[in-house]
């Protein structure tokens, strides 16, 4: 089979030649059987050829033949079955010998398996004998491991639990033995919060342990908080070190206290010790100690220092000098208030800052450092008071205006320090001494008051009514509220103007002069009245006054006319017409030829203004207050007037039987009035 | 806001009652406007810590009273100041006319370095004006003084005003025109007494 398609191919290639040469040319009817035979074999070969391309063994089978099979001969082909077989019996021959040598060796190898079975059987023996020894190894090594773990576990408790309830020896030295840092404070706090954790072992059944750690922490803080106590005294003693600037720089010195940059260790320091009140407190009054020194040096070197202007300078106006004095440690206390305050604060967000609850406490001591520390000043302002006081005689009204300078800085001050505070309550109680001398000087200026021969108030008074304006206006212009301003005012008035109400009434009693005595009380009480009005506060006192001229003004007025009347006549015409009966020509001094005489006397006077007439608006005239002045001669004149239109309406009374009546009072009632006025 | 600045400088404010002083102090210090400000009584304070050139300097602000009759005792403030801010009211005439005596004042109570900035307030009633900006502007050249319009109530100008004193006064510390160290400068240096804290040096043993 093999050779038959190695001999195809050959015919193939023929045949193919064959069809392609002839085409279509020759009749297929006369070619018919052979053609047949043809197509059988090109359908073979070309199904052969088809296979070979698809079929390797065939090829190779094609490729080995090649090497041995010559020319294409009839000879050669009906040798090569020959020769194909010899070749293959050569092979099988081949094979034999091959497999003989390998059935040796797998015999061999047959020994040797047998020998390892054999082995491998001894070994398994072996091992089952030595499992059962090592099984309780096994055991040993798993418990062993299983506690390994265990301990691990348990060491990272441990650990955990020394971080949390111990320090480490970097901590207790910061805490015990470093200069104070950052470090000393975290730790502090880390002692606190151990504390704390422990007072929650002590409701476990850790108590023992719980207790153990709590006292040595608590040994642990007693000696830290020493040590702050002492770091923090030091630094706060510090506070006051601008005293040695100024013994060295005269030129260079300033409130640089009030401004030290505060560092942020010694507020932390203060704020841990607010849990140790006892030291905080010691440390506290190093901190008011060192300012009270600061403080008084300031105030020496504002009143003497190298200023271009200190204020000793103004020593001579004892108002500018205590004003100066005040506004200045008005100054200083604004300055010291900003300092306690950034010392006693606690910045939250700062770390390493112990309980913040603290905090709040801490700040609740700011107001008695400053007041401690102000309190240095009372002595040094009473002095300065006492200078005044002692000193040159000075003016009332310095004393008031002093009065009223410390008024009004106890409230500027006490906004700042604290209203209850030493140095405001000890300004209330120099302003009472300064008072005191004020009321003793105010009631020695007592004036009395006797008439003047200008019927004007003495000169005394006028003066006392000038510095009692000074006085006036200082109370108008201090901020008191109103009903201290009254109580004050009244303190004034009852020192200064109701013994001069009093003197000038008492003064009426003799009757000699009244007149004169009216027209000068009137006077005075004017100038009172100018005095007070101004004042709303004195309002209700200028309107007693006022009453109280309108009294004498009464007086004075009904006196003159009285006088006016009786001196030309008139009253004693009028008093026999008020008390006889008609006809009143029939009553002796009211005949008719006497009553002719008696009104061209009348008529003479008043047309001639004679001095009986003019010597009562002299009088008048003589009031200073030209209101009071026109009203009283007004009034004087009506009552004139008045007292004629009386006696004319008489005479024209037809009952009264004056026969010439239009002779005897020939000038109408009108006609008079008009003249007077 | 801590105590970190390097100067603090002394302010007064002056001016006639009622041109906004107090309402300016507070425009600067708490950006607000108080629409009812009461009367200062004498003297009030405030501060606030501004930076020029990378420095931080604090403002103490002396808010003196206007009313005539505190007049004897805001004069005790002037002494020291560094700065002085003369206000007056730009729709006040009569504010205006006083500026002389404020002056006056200003000149004999301070130093001769003293930095006067001349203020005109209520710039938003600019419409009710009674004194225009030449004029005032005339006014402050003839007397040396630095110029400027502001508003405390829409807070216009209001922190420049403030700043420019504090630019001028630096200046002069810089310049040397000026020793802050000495007394009536109104300028305060601020030291530490306290040695800075040793913190690295032991942190890092710690660790
Ligand atoms: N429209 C307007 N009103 C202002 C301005 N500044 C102040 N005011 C008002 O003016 C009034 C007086 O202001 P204050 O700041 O109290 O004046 P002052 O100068 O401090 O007055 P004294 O304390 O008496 O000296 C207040 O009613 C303020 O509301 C401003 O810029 N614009
Ligand atoms: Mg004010």
């Known amino acids: 089979m093999v050779n038959q398609r190695n001999q195809r191919p050959l015919l193939t290639l023929d045949t193919k030649q064959k069809i392609n040469e002839n085409g279509g040319g020759s009749s297929p009817s006369t070619t018919a059987p052979q053609n047949s035979i043809i197509t059988r074999k090109v359908h073979q070969v070309v199904s052969i050829s088809s296979s070979l391309a698809e079929n390797d063994s065939l090829r190779n089978a094609l490729q080995y033949l090649g090497t041995f099979y010559g020319e294409n001969t009839v000879d050669e082909r009906r040798n090569l079955r020959g020769v194909l077989e010899s070749k293959t019996l050569d092979t099988h021959k081949e094979l034999l010998r091959e497999f003989t040598k390998v059935n040796e060796r797998l015999e061999l190898l047959d020994n040797v398996v047998g020998d390892l079975s054999k082995a491998c059987s001894l070994i398994d023996e072996q091992m089952r004998q030595h499992e059962s020894v090592t099984k309780s190894f096994l055991v040993q090594y798993n418990n062993t491991q299983q506690k390994l773990s265990d301990s691990q576990h348990r060491q990272k408790l441990i650990s955990t639990f020394l971080t949390q309830f111990q320090l480490t020896d970097a901590e207790r030295d910061a805490l015990l033995y470093h200069p104070i840092t950052q470090t000393f404070f975290r730790t502090l706090n880390k002692v606190h919060d151990i504390k704390n954790a422990c007072t929650d072992m002590l409701r476990t059944h850790q108590q023992k342990s719980g207790l153990e750690i709590m006292e040595e922490m608590s040994g642990y803080q007693d000696t830290a908080y020493e040590r702050l106590s002492r770091w923090t005294q030091e630094k706060c003693r510090l ?69 271009r202007r200190p204020i000793e300078m103004a020593a001579h106006d004892p108002v500018r000098y205590i004003g100066d004095i005040l506004a200045w440690i008005h100054q200083s206390a604004a300055s010291e208030r900003e300092l306690v305050d950034s010392l006693l604060s606690n910045d939250e967000s700062e770390p390493g800052t112990p309980t913040s609850s603290s905090s709040s406490s801490l700040q ?45 800085y106890r409230f500027t001050i006490g906004k700042l320090l604290g209203m209850n505070s030493s140095l405001p309550c000890y300004l209330s109680e120099l302003r009472s001494m300064v008072d005191h001398c004020f009321y003793d000087v105010l009631q020695k200026q007592q004036v009395v008051v006797s008439l003047t021969l200008n019927l004007k108030p003495p000169n005394d008074m006028v003066d006392l009514m000038h510095k009692l304006t000074d006085i006036l206006n200082t109370l108008n212009q201090s901020m008191v509220p109103q009903e201290s301003r009254e109580q004050e005012f009244s303190n004034i008035i009852s020192a200064v103007v109701d013994p001069i109400l009093s003197n000038l009434s008492s003064t009426i009693t003799s009757q000699e002069n009244i007149s004169d005595m009216y027209v000068f009380i009137v006077n005075c009480h004017a100038l009172l009245h100018n005095t007070l009005s101004p004042y709303d506060f004195a309002t209700k ?112 009374d037809l009952e009264n039987q004056y026969d010439n009546a239009k002779e005897i009072a020939f000038r109408t009632p009108q006609q008079v009035k008009i003249l007077l006025e | 806001m801590s105590g970190a600045h390097e100067y603090i400088f002394k302010y007064i404010i002056i001016g006639d009652m009622g041109v906004g002083k107090s309402c300016l102090l507070h425009q600067f210090t708490d950006q607000k406007f108080m629409t009812d400000c009461p009367h200062t009584i004498g003297v009030e304070f405030g501060t606030r810590v501004i930076e020029i050139a990378n420095k931080h300097i604090k403002l103490q602000i002396w808010d003196t009273a206007g009313q005539e009759r505190f007049r004897a005792v805001t004069r005790s403030y002037y002494r020291g100041a560094a700065g002085a801010l003369m206000v007056y009211d730009i729709t006040r005439r009569q504010t205006f006319h006083h500026l002389a005596s404020w002056l006056t004042d200003a000149r004999n109570l301070t130093n001769p370095h003293t930095i006067i900035m001349l203020i005109g307030n209520k710039l938003d009633l600019a419409e009710q004006r009674e004194v225009s900006f030449e004029e005032a502007s005339r006014f402050a050249q003839e007397n040396g003084l630095i110029y400027m319009e ?35 400068s109104g300028i305060q240096v601020t030291t530490t007494l306290i040695e800075p804290a040793r913190e690295q040096q032991q942190s890092g043993c710690s660790c």
Do not use: W
Not at chain 1, 374 to 394: P, S
Not at chain 1, 547 to 575: C, H, P, R, Y
């Open chain 1, 541 to 652: 006192k200028s309107e007693v006054v006022m009453a109280e001229t309108d009294k004498i003004m009464e007086q004075f007025i009904s006196f003159q006319s009285d006088q006016l009347l009786t001196n030309v006549g008139i009253k004693q015409i009028l008093d026999l017409i008020k008390n006889n009966q008609k006809p009143l020509s029939a009553v002796d001094g009211l005949k008719p030829e006497q009553m002719s005489l008696f009104m061209q006397s009348l008529y003479v006077h008043l047309f001639s203004t004679s001095t009986l007439l003019l010597s009562p608006q002299q009088q008048c005239d003589k009031i200073s207050s030209t209101r009071l002045k026109v009203y009283s001669k007004n009034r004087i004149t009506t009552a004139l007037s008045d007292a004629y239109a009386q006696v004319y309406a008489c005479i024209q």
């Open chain 1, 364 to 408: 609740s001591y700011s107001f008695g450092v400053l007041d401690e520390t102000f309190q240095v000043l009372n002595a040094h302002l009473k002095d300065k008071i006492d200078q005044i006081l002692n000193g040159e005689r000075v003016d009332m009204i310095v004393y008031f205006r002093l009065g009223h300078l410390m008024e009004l």
């Open chain 2, 150 to 184: 502001t508003s405390a109530k829409t807070g216009e100008n209001v922190e420049r005003s403030f700043i420019e004193t504090a630019t001028k006064i630096y200046q002069n510390i810089e310049s040397g025109v000026l020793d802050p160290n000495s007394v009536e």
């Open chain 1, 239 to 307: 506070l006051s070190s601008d005293v040695y600037q100024d013994s060295y720089a005269d030129e260079h010195d300033e409130h640089l206290y009030g401004h030290l940059l505060v560092e942020q260790e010694l507020k932390n320091a203060l704020n841990a010790l607010s849990g140790r009140p006892v030291l905080l407190r010691c440390c506290l009054k190093e901190i008011v100690s060192a300012r009270k020194t600061a403080l008084v040096s300031k105030f020496f070197d504002a009143l003497h220092g190298g200023r």
